[in-house]
Nanobody, 124 residues
Framework: QVQLVESGGGLVKAGDSLRLSCAAS????????RAWFRQAPGKEREFVAA????????RYADSVKGRFTISRDNAKNTVALQMNSLKPEDTAVYYC?????????????????WGQGTQVTVSS
């Protein structure tokens, strides 16, 4: 089992930056892909970014490409999401996800471990 805890959410203005972090604990010795998803009110959970175990492969949703950067520190069992040039449409609850596999899936159903979520609100 792996436990995930997100932090770093908050209220910012359009154009600002925010950095989310997700700490993993438990059985973290296996290779885990790590990802971020988000869910806005009344909408389905959507993929944001993912990073492979080695960090050598990343994938981004088109809506955040060029603005968001995912990174990981396996020594600390953390993954971060640097969000720049934030827009009001980025407002959502952001969830950290993980799964014991290689590759970088973009479908929520491929991930078995989830954090509780952290709210990000971007005002115009």
């Amino acid at each position: 089992q792996v436990q995930l805890v997100e932090s770093g959410g908050g209220l910012v203005k359009a154009g600002d930056s925010l950095r989310l972090s997700c700490a993993a604990s438990g059985r973290t010795s296996s290779p885990y892909v790590r990802a971020w998803f988000r869910q806005a009110p009344g909408k389905e959970r959507e993929f944001v970014a993912a990073i492979s175990w080695s960090g050598g492969e990343t994938r981004y949703a088109d809506s955040v490409k060029g603005r968001f950067t995912i990174s990981r520190d396996n020594a600390k069992n953390t993954v971060a999401l640097q969000m720049n040039s934030l827009k009001p449409e980025d407002t959502a609850v952001y969830y950290c996800a993980a799964d014991r596999r290689f590759g970088v899936p973009v479908v929520a159903g491929e991930y078995n471990y989830w954090g509780q979520g952290t709210q990000v609100t971007v005002s115009s």
